[in-house]
């Protein structure tokens, strides 16, 4: 019995110690990657000079806090800062909020921002809403009595060319086009926040020249009031698809009105998840818009659930859509993507669809997904939104007055090569063994606003055509 009882002491010690050091890992862990600036303790400002400078107080944590920099940048955001300090007090709101923004914009990563759902209800927002095809800027939403223009071109704003507008607001946004594509949209739509940037002329009022469909270019000039800056703060690309909005803001028409024309890719903007067989095509066809849960529908059950369906009945084409899925949590669908690739039958072939809006996680989906189909595996459609090597694990910091809110990133993730830096890397990836050469489409399928109109899905026709030509060389 004294045997016995020494043995469970000795199994109860083990035990709890793997409890207590799995415990203190996921704290340290979460401690070190996780974790929001303090939140700001100011008296309250008596003018509008302290009230700028306590912001600019709480500013100056950001340098050190965001650990993405990489060459002299945060050198060159310190002088940047300093000489802010200087001028930030004598800056309008708007002035303001931008040259956070560019502050914020110098560590060159793309999870390091300005929240533009905090940012955009506080300046006003003009009666439509645009989207950057691969041809152009078009109006995609519009307000009651502004229908008309309903698909027409910016081609510029208060006479500065769209291209012009579009790197200048470069400078607030950081990473790779389809990035700054994604959020420059909210910045763009503000007289206010344009006047700022010493684009717009006025702070309440913008001149836009459109070019609408058969139709020379016309010049409309938008003045305040404006409808409320609180709608449609999601991302641009829901815009895409009538149903997003169609029961929530009726006041505000789309293009289209959903009808058996819709593509398969724009009809499920609500549910995020989709599968389906597509039989011209000898098809599966599953979708994910998000790396997260959707409402009550669990994505890691819903990933599973798609693998079984599709082991039921394999078809010779597998379709997996992340071109929409902006990110969340990579863990919970790591091993799904890898089993699908290999679930492939021999002849089979893996279409993955890609564009400016899969980010972060799905970005690691898509990898995932790459990796375990091998040469069957061909990613169609526009390049991804970030860099292989990025830093995530973003965390807030709000600025006290201004209520600016600032994502900073604390740790690296690379899908190029192995993450090794226990100081540097996250820590959920420093084992990681998804890494690829890159995510650049093997196929080029970008979507111009032509596509959009005629309600076309440049990804699908794209898939069509090259099986078409393996199976006529077959």
């Known amino acids: 019995m004294i045997k016995k009882s020494k043995h469970y002491r000795w199994l109860i010690v083990v035990v709890g110690s793997v409890v207590l050091l799995t415990g203190g890992y996921h704290l340290l862990k979460q401690w070190r990657f996780n974790s929001d600036a303090p939140v700001a303790n100011f008296p309250a400002p008596q003018d509008a000079f302290e009230s700028r400078q306590q912001d600019m107080q709480h500013l100056a944590q950001f340098l050190d806090l965001e650990k993405s920099w990489s060459g002299n940048n945060q050198w060159l955001a310190g002088q940047y800062y300093s000489s802010l300090v200087e001028k930030a007090v004598e800056m309008t709101d708007a002035e303001f909020e931008l040259a956070v923004a560019e502050l914020v914009a110098m560590a060159d990563n793309a999870h390091t921002k300005v929240r533009e759902y905090n940012r955009t209800p506080r300046y006003n927002r003009l ?88 139709e020379n270019e016309q010049i409309v000039i938008f003045k305040e009031p404006f409808p409320s800056s609180m709608e449609h703060l999601s991302r641009g690309f829901l815009m895409l698809s009538p149903l997003t909005y169609a029961k929530s803001q009726p006041e505000w028409k789309s293009l289209h009105t959903y009808s058996q024309a819709t593509p398969v890719y724009l009809q499920k903007p609500i549910e995020q998840f989709q599968m389906m067989t597509i039989p011209e095509l000898k098809a599966s066809y599953i979708q994910f818009w998000t790396n997260s849960d959707s409402g009550t529908v669990s994505i890691k059950e819903f990933c599973r659930d798609a693998l079984n369906w599709y082991r039921t009945n394999p078809t010779p084409v597998l379709i997996v859509d992340q071109r929409f899925n902006i990110g969340g949590n990579g863990d919970l669908t790591k091993q799904c993507m890898l089993d699908f690739g290999q679930s492939l039958p021999d002849n089979g072939r893996l279409y993955v669809a890609i564009g400016g809006a899969t980010f972060s996680a799905g970005m690691t989906s898509v990898t995932a997904l790459k990796m375990s189909g091998g040469e069957k595996t061909i990613l169609v459609g526009e390049p991804v939104g970030d860099h292989l090597q990025h830093w995530g694990e973003d965390n807030l910091l709000r600025l006290p007055n201004s209520e600016i809110e600032i994502k900073f990133s604390t740790g690296m993730h690379d899908l190029g090569a192995p993450c090794r830096s226990i100081r540097k890397c996250y820590w959920g990836a420093l084992f990681s063994d998804l890494y690829v050469d890159t995510l650049d489409p093997d196929i080029a399928a970008p979507l111009t606003y032509s596509d959009f109109a005629n309600q076309n899905d440049p990804v699908m026709k794209a898939i069509k055509s090259n099986e078409l030509a393996l199976n006529t060389d077959a």
């Open 127 to 214: 009666p439509v809403r645009g989207y950057w095809f691969a041809d152009g800027y078009h109006i995609i939403r519009a307000y009651r009595g502004y229908e008309y223009l309903l698909g027409g071109k910016i081609i510029a704003l208060d006479g500065v060319p769209m291209a012009n507008v579009r790197q200048k607001l470069s400078s607030y946004i950081s990473g790779v086009k389809g990035n700054i594509d994604k959020y420059s949209p909210y910045l763009i739509e503000s007289p206010e926040l344009m006047h700022a940037a010493g684009i717009a002329q006025a702070p309440d009022a913008m001149a836009l020249s459109i070019v609408l469909s058969g």
